[in-house]
């Protein structure tokens, strides 16, 4: 019997613009189990994005709730919330979100800071930098690697303490298909081999058929 990791039931999201108010999700439920690969396909502006946000304890839902191995996400406190996003989940965004002062062992580091010693942090990143491929550019800055690189150093960084689950947001949105494929080579085998769960939206039918399992998100609902 497959564990479940994390739930969502009647997630519903709107935004008000104005004098519109924008519903982007309509009661959405799901089930995310321990160790899979699971993609969301939908269109821009399907609201995949922002299920993600609402899943990975980012951004509050209007109505509903998520559930991580039976914790309710969202009736948690807000510190409470951030330990958990930093103990717990990973996130590896379309534009790499790395710090530019920063080299990229600090990048990877830095979501370790406050939970070991500087030094034990480094070295993990390191290592860590070193399964992306990137073990000579170390002492390197962001600016100064491709895309690919990059997007490399962001998932190295959103393993970096060792999460239960990892969130990926379009991560080849803004490379081309072949640097692309080479950096979700390095996401799933990284993956597979730590036996994380992955939850991955995108828009390519390419890219989801890497997951074990696919869903569909049209107009904020899923089918």
């Known amino acids: 019997m497959m564990e479940t990791v994390l739930t969502a ?9 104005g004098q519109t108010t924008l519903t982007v999700l309509k009661g959405v439920s799901m089930a995310v189990n321990l160790g899979e690969t699971l993609s969301i396909m939908g269109e821009s502006g399907s609201g995949k994005s922002t299920l993600l946000h609402v899943l990975g304890g980012l951004d509050n839902p209007k109505e509903g709730k998520v559930e991580f191995k039976g914790q309710s996400v969202y009736g948690m406190s807000a510190a409470r919330r951030a330990r958990f996003r930093a103990q717990n989940v990973g996130y590896v965004f379309q534009s790499f979100h790395l ?23 480094k070295e993990r990143a390191k290592a860590l930098l070193s399964e992306v491929g990137l073990g000579e550019r170390i002492g390197h800055r962001p600016q100064e690697l491709s895309g690919g690189e990059q997007q490399r150093v962001a998932i190295a960084r959103s393993l970096m303490n060792d999460p239960d689950i990892i969130f990926a947001d379009e991560p080849t ?37 890497r997951c074990t399992r696919e869903l569909f998100l049209k107009d904020g609902v899923l089918i």
Request: no cysteine; net charge negative; charged share 25%.
């Open 9 to 17: 039931e009647n997630l519903k999201r709107t935004y008000t613009i």
């Open 99 to 121: 710090l530019p002062e920063l080299d990229i062992v600090e990048n990877v580091a830095l979501p370790a800071m406050a939970l070991h010693s500087k030094g034990e942090a």
């Open 173 to 209: 949105g803004n490379l081309d298909s072949k640097t692309g494929g080479k950096v979700l080579d390095y996401l799933f085998q990284l993956v597979e081999a730590r036996r994380h769960t992955l939850v991955l939206v995108t828009h390519s039918q390419d890219v989801a058929s």
